[in-house]
């Protein structure tokens, strides 16, 4: 018997390849018109027993684990709204809202969610879902510290409240950090309260080459022994050739000036090869991931971030797979890339041995379907699975939400 799904304000489809995730296609596609419909559909895919897994831009359908089945796929998009109160730097968003929408409405009030977006034309709810941030973490945190209060409906249906539009609200438990990142296991994320930051007036990019993981690490040594209070600071170290260091800076002109040279002085008279260069804009693709190819996080402790990033690209040379490694270097936080098509076996040994050897934990972001087949583990060893497992039995009960797309199986 097929289950009853027909409720106010949702509409229903049949999936195609195109809705699939993870390589898993679901049975139908549910569109819900906002929150109460969103809570209606959940409810009645809970009394049928069906697993759910949610949607917004589509964009990181292939990221995490292969969902053991997908019943019924919810897409959020209609859930596209933005109540913005300027004057106290706090905004509510709804899930489906495209982060760029958000950003236009925001920068137009003068203000920004300091948070650099890691893929093109994603929406608040998958941001949200996968948890990874861009280069301006350094400065002001990464995107689960910008999260003041969400709602989220629950695997059966209940409408869940947390936190507020207060940025100092204290009531309750602070559950919005777990759906961070959670990949849609706990529950469907319906809209996010963030705080805010006013745009900067100015902004200034430094970026030197480095050719050596020596320089490297004495132009960041020598960046740090300056009074400069950087935004971002990003290393970018590919296979082959000199590494990059770009640090952003931000602040008023006049201010900005003295801590752009201080900047140029520090890189210049340490480890850059050849003077830094200096702009006024970040480039168009900044913070963006690889939109093609396996993608995999690696976190070190911030002072070991050069050497990590020269210890993966060894590794994988070693097994003859090449990768890029980028990501701040100021928080330890970095994202190797493999090229589209690089043989999966390949791919498995590089993260094996890089979990093996280096003992840094690493998470495979996205995995090309090659890889994904080959059985490699997405999360490896994860320390507090247990934990994390009785968290997931006491939001879902029933195991019914995305089942299989985060670590240990959850």
């Not at 995490?64 to 509510?92: F, K, M, N, Q, Y």
Request: hydrophobic content about 40%.
């Amino acid at each position: 018997m097929t289950p009853n799904l027909d409720v106010e304000g949702c509409s229903l489809r049949e999936a195609t390849e195109r809705d699939a995730v993870c390589g898993v296609r679901p049975g139908r596609v549910a569109a819900p018109s906002d929150t109460d419909a969103l809570a209606r559909v959940m409810a009645a895919a809970h009394r049928s027993g069906l697993t759910v897994t949610p949607r917004g831009g589509g964009t990181a359908l292939d990221w995490g684990g292969t969902p053991r089945s997908v019943d019924l796929l919810v897409d959020v998009a209609a859930l596209s709204w933005i109540d913005h109160d300027a004057g106290d730097l706090v905004v509510e968003v709804g899930a489906g809202t495209p982060v760029a929408d958000l950003y236009a409405a925001l920068a137009s009030a003068g203000q920004r969610l300091s948070f650099d977006p890691v893929r093109r034309g994603g929406t608040v709810g998958g941001a949200v879902a996968t948890g990874v941030s861009g280069p301006r973490r350094l400065l002001c945190g990464a995107l689960r510290d910008l999260v003041i209060g969400m709602t989220v409906v629950r695997s059966d249906g209940v409408v869940a409240r947390s936190g507020g539009r207060v940025v100092k609200n204290v009531a309750g438990y602070d559950l919005a950090k777990l759906h961070t990142g959670g990949y849609g296991t706990l529950g469907v994320v319906a809209s996010v309260a963030f705080r805010l930051h006013p745009l900067p007036e100015a902004l200034c990019l430094v970026s030197a080459r480095v050719s050596s993981r020596s320089r490297a690490e004495e132009a960041l040594a020598s960046l740090r022994a300056t009074s400069v209070v950087p935004s971002a600071v990003e290393l970018d170290w590919p296979a082959e050739g000199p590494g990059r260091l770009d640090v952003v800076v931000e602040g008023t002109p006049a201010g900005l000036q003295a801590r752009a040279g201080r900047t140029v002085r520090a890189l210049a008279e340490s480890g850059a090869d050849g003077p830094p260069t200096v702009s006024e804009e970040v480039p168009g693709d900044w913070g963006l991931l690889p939109e093609e190819g396996t993608l995999a996080l690696v976190t070190v402790p911030p002072a070991e971030s050069v050497a990590a990033a020269c210890r993966v690209v060894e590794v994988s040379g070693a097994v003859g797979a090449s990768a890029h490694v980028r990501g701040s270097a100021a928080t330890g936080s970095l994202v190797v890339s493999f090229p589209p098509g690089t043989d999966p076996e390949r791919v498995r040994l590089a993260v094996d041995g890089v979990r093996s050897e280096t003992a840094y934990p690493l998470v495979l972001l996205r995995s090309e379907p090659d890889v994904r087949a080959s059985g490699v583990s997405p999360w490896g060893e994860v320390p507090g699975l247990g934990l994390m497992r009785a968290v997931k039995d006491a939001l879902d009960p029933g195991h019914r939400l995305s089942p299989g797309r985060f670590a240990g199986g959850i």
